[in-house]
């Protein structure tokens, strides 16, 4: 084809895009985002990476608040699966009962329940080697910026505050790599009402236990509220709106596990 002065001018104008040619003008962000981690299992000692022999009150209370969501999100495996074969590709459910399993069988051997922060970071590197696909890669950065928000923590006692602290700057990190936000049907549509609610009990004096009900409880709201959302981002984004009226979005279905199953413990 052949160039005429219009063609060339649009071809130099000022751009943002990655890989274009250096002589055209523009901020251009890098073709691959920097995204710190921190180090693996691989890179660590054994030592660090074992169970506390003993656990101490917070290590006992980060123990019990685990294995409560993860075996929320195994019960949940059929439900998730049904919502997504309406919606998505399936197997929400199975990939998260993957995740889920592994952070059982890793907790019992290498989380040093005793550090939250180092906890949560064992936590996503379970995650990314068992889950795989989108969801093992965004539930790997939500654990990965907590821990960072975390780690900022001398102490390896975590107050609620810096646990809401934590929770916020987790689902930043999901929601600048993922690109999607509030009202887009994805797992944030339970998060972000979660994180809410829980900075602001906590603001109001509430006390941890129940700032965290409340917390979950809103959760729950916000991923059943996606039924009444157009899909953004996803599979969904390619499902008519008629069908995704009859089911909530299954991963924010599944961030919310802990209050859908309160719920329909209550019910039965």
Not at 20 to 31: I, K, M, Q, T
Not at 52 to 77: F, Q, Y
Not at 177 to 203: F, H, M, Q, W
């Amino acid at each position: 084809m052949k160039a005429d002065q219009t063609l060339l001018l649009r071809l130099d104008a000022p751009t943002k895009a990655p890989h274009w040619p250096v002589g055209s003008a523009g901020n251009r962000p890098p073709a691959k985002i920097p995204v710190p981690l921190p180090p693996s299992r691989s890179t660590k000692s054994e030592d660090s990476l074992s169970r506390p022999k003993k656990l101490s009150e917070h290590g006992r209370i980060l123990e019990t608040a685990i294995e409560a969501a993860v075996n929320a999100v195994i019960d949940m495996r059929d439900s998730l699966n049904d919502w997504d074969s309406k919606v998505g590709d399936g197997d929400c459910g199975s990939t998260m009962y993957k995740g889920a399993t592994a952070i059982l069988d890793d907790m019992k051997k290498f989380y040093p329940l005793n550090d939250a922060a180092e906890t949560v970071n064992e936590i996503g590197s379970s995650v990314r080697r068992a889950m795989g696909g989108t969801s093992g890669i965004l539930y790997n950065i939500f654990c990965k910026a907590a821990y960072a928000k975390l780690k900022a923590n001398s102490d390896s006692d975590v107050t609620a505050k810096q646990w809401a602290e934590a929770l916020e700057a987790a689902i930043a990190a999901v929601s600048k790599y993922g690109g999607a936000n509030a009202g887009y049907r994805t797992l944030l549509d339970a998060l972000i009402p979660a994180s809410s609610v829980l900075k602001e009990r906590l603001t109001a004096g509430d006390d941890s236990s129940t700032a965290f009900v409340l917390s979950s409880e809103a959760a729950l709201s916000g991923a059943e509220s996606t039924k009444d959302m157009q899909a953004q981002a996803g599979w969904s984004s390619y499902v008519s709106a008629a069908i995704l009226a009859t089911v909530p979005d299954p991963g924010a279905m599944a961030a919310a596990a802990l209050a859908v199953k309160a719920k329909y413990e209550k019910a039965s």
